[in-house]
């Protein structure tokens, strides 16, 4: 299945741009400040969250990985426990399908940037 996984390619293109992440691991969404804008000091509406490393990032691609749907999910759920969060089977059910919907709406190797709610390729030359 296509998912979304942090990555150090096209990093500095802007120049709020940071990766704290390890390339290649799977993210998820993180917590957003109230009132908090895309390119705010933060960065929390402009990145996403490794779910290893629980860092954050602010490049991620579309990367082809040999999981099931219950194995991306559990992903999911030990990342939230690891960060201290104990989250309902539907929330995340929920997450899990919108990142598979963002990541199927794109070619495997699109390097993509998180503005606020939506998703952008960015060009990787």
Same mark, same amino acid.
């Given at each position: 299945?296509?998912?979304?996984?942090?990555?150090?390619?096209?990093?500095?293109? +802007?120049?709020? *741009?940071?990766?704290?992440? *390890? !390339?290649? #691991?799977?993210?998820?969404?993180?917590?957003? =400040?109230?009132? #908090? /804008?895309?390119?705010?000091?933060?960065? =929390?509406?402009?990145?996403? =969250?490794?779910?290893?490393?629980?860092?954050?990032?602010?490049?991620?691609?579309?990367?082809? #990985?040999?999981? !099931?749907?219950? $194995?991306?999910?559990?992903?999911?759920?030990? /990342?939230?426990?690891?960060?201290?969060?104990?989250?309902? $089977?539907? @929330? @995340?059910?929920? $997450?899990?399908?919108?990142?598979?919907? @963002?990541?199927?709406?794109?070619? $495997?190797?699109?390097?993509?940037?998180? +503005?606020?709610?939506?998703?952008?390729?960015?060009?990787? #030359?």
């Amino acid at each position: 299945m296509k998912v979304l996984v942090a990555t150090k390619e096209t990093q500095g293109k +802007r120049k709020n *741009d940071f990766s704290y992440t *390890d !390339s290649g #691991e799977p993210v998820r969404f993180a917590f957003e =400040c109230d009132g #908090e /804008s895309v390119d705010g000091r933060c960065g =929390c509406r402009r990145s996403m =969250c490794g779910m290893n490393s629980l860092k954050a990032t602010t490049t991620v691609q579309v990367k082809n #990985e040999k999981l !099931s749907l219950k $194995e991306y999910k559990s992903k999911i759920q030990k /990342s939230l426990q690891k960060g201290g969060w104990n989250l309902t $089977e539907k @929330i @995340i059910a929920d $997450e899990a399908k919108e990142l598979l919907r @963002i990541a199927n709406h794109f070619p $495997e190797g699109t390097v993509l940037e998180k +503005r606020g709610d939506g998703f952008a390729a960015r060009k990787t #030359e």
